[in-house]
């Protein structure tokens, strides 16, 4: 039977994949796998790719949500807040008359101090509130985890200048690192316009 640690171990995994896949140059770390490769720690393999801190980043949140690993905890607890502070809205469903079909409205929601009989009350209630959000927010261990394993395992380098060196003196002298934004090759964005995802990615080859 298959656990959350087996999905979560999967997820770094795969993003560890696609992270290289990224990277300049560009490799196929399950195929180098496959192949027997053994890394070391005398010439690393994450020494020898570069992969920009912005899409490092790009890749591990897309896996983060992909897998439900992202933290919403605090997002949901402020958005709670918020709306018994400011107030909000709510759905106000229409019944179906003679005249018109049944449709979906809405309509204001108060902020509680309007609506309490003792509006100093307000404070209490959000207090307890973010008491509860604070003592049960242990469950973003998996988020941590996930972003610590990510961090500090083998993912690629973010020193373009030390990927440069590193294989200027081992036989590529021409080898130079390309800055780019992965949503834009993704969304076809400028220069991407008409060039797929692999067309790309093959230009990272060395």
Not at 66 to 76: L, Q
Not at 128 to 134: D, G, H, M, P, S
Not at 161 to 172: F, R, S
Not at 190 to 196: D, I, K, P, V
């Amino acid at each position: 039977m298959i656990s959350r640690k087996d999905v979560l171990q999967k997820a770094l995994h795969k993003c560890f994949v696609e992270m290289y896949r990224w990277a300049q140059p560009s490799i196929d770390l399950d195929e180098l796998i496959k192949n027997g490769f053994k890394d070391s720690t005398e010439d690393p393999l994450y020494a020898r790719h570069y992969l920009s801190q912005d899409n490092f980043k790009y890749i591990r949140d897309t896996y983060m949500d992909a897998y439900g690993i992202r933290d919403t905890w605090d997002d949901t607890f402020e958005l709670l807040i918020n709306q018994l502070l400011e107030g909000g809205i709510e759905d106000d469903y229409k019944e179906a008359t003679p005249d018109r079909p049944a449709y979906r409205n809405y309509k204001k929601v108060l902020p509680l101090k309007e609506v309490l009989t003792c509006p100093g009350e307000v404070n209490t209630i959000i207090d307890y509130i973010k008491k509860c959000q604070n003592f049960y927010k242990g469950h973003c261990y998996e988020t941590n985890q996930f972003s610590c394993s990510i961090a500090l395992g083998p993912s690629p380098n973010c020193n373009a200048k030390h990927v440069e060196e590193y294989w200027h003196n081992h036989g590529k002298p021409e080898f130079k690192i390309v800055e780019y934004n992965i949503s834009d090759v993704i969304y076809g964005e400028g220069e991407f316009e008409e060039m797929s995802n692999e067309e790309f990615i093959a230009t990272l080859k060395w």
